[in-house]
């Protein structure tokens, strides 16, 4: 493959994995450097971005819809950075049945895309 190919796909891979859909997890903290909070991120036809939280974790005390928080973002591609980026904490769900019985689901809705 000629280099120009290359990196052309890189460049174009790194973009890719600053839209929400090129991420697969999301590590934050509340209110302190530690602890550090990492969570898988989940999409869904309703929720474009979204984590799961167990009801009985002690970081969803600590998390109000409105918040905004500077949270790091991992790619799905191991050959992209990772990225900070204010989210706003959006609708946070009691789950009582389905899939993620015994969870709340957290929406994730970004609100500046600054570059780490």
Known sequence: MPAI????????KINNSFKPEGFYSVE???????PVYQF????SESSP???VVKENSAVLPKLKAGNVLNMTYYSSDAHCPKKQIETRIGHICSERQGRFQGHCT?????V???TN
């Open 49 to 51: 971005m979204f984590v």
């Open 28 to 34: 934050f903290a509340v209110n302190e450097p530690h």
């Open 112 to 114: 500046n895309q600054a």
């Open 40 to 43: 898988k991120i989940w999409r």
């Open 5 to 12: 190919e290359m990196n052309t796909s890189t460049v174009s």
């Open 106 to 110: 957290i929406d994730l809705v970004p």
